[in-house]
Nanobody, 131 residues
Framework: QVYLAESGGGSVQAGESLTLSCVVTGSTFSDHAFGWFRRAPGKDQEFVAAISWSGGGKFYANSAKVRFVISRDNTKNTVFLQMNNLMPEDAAVYYC????????????????????????WGQGTKVTVSS
């Protein structure tokens, strides 16, 4: 059984930073891509960032391109999302998505940003940003 557990969310002031973690157990972690998505109240789920199986490929939403950094540690089965200079519009529940069916896949920009291409998800971690 594969489990994903996100952590690191919290309440911060605008301009501050947070680093989210997604610890994965029971998975062939290093063979698969991961994505971070978020859902704000009343809004659709939104792509934030994705990382390839090796960590050598990374892709960001325009809103995250300058301020966020996705990374992974394949020795610890963990994916990270470092978020800097947080803004109120970043407030959301952040979810880690695990692609499980295509080893060493990273896809095109239209596929790695689509939630349907990630088969497993964690419970999410909430980020609140006050101005």
């Amino acid at each position: 059984q594969v489990y994903l557990a996100e952590s690191g969310g919290g309440s911060v002031q605008a301009g501050e930073s947070l680093t989210l973690s997604c610890v994965v157990t029971g998975s062939t972690f290093s063979d698969h891509a991961f994505g971070w998505f978020r859902r704000a109240p009343g809004k659709d789920q939104e792509f934030v960032a994705a990382i390839s199986w090796s960590g050598g490929g990374k892709f960001y939403a325009n809103s995250a391109k300058v301020r966020f950094v996705i990374s992974r540690d394949n020795t610890k089965n963990t994916v990270f999302l470092q978020m800097n200079n947080l803004m109120p519009e970043d407030a959301a529940v952040y979810y880690c998505g695990h692609e499980t069916t295509r080893p060493r896949w990273f896809g095109g920009n239209d596929t790695k940003t689509t939630p349907d291409n990630y088969e497993l998800w964690g419970q999410g971690t909430k980020v609140t940003v006050s101005s």
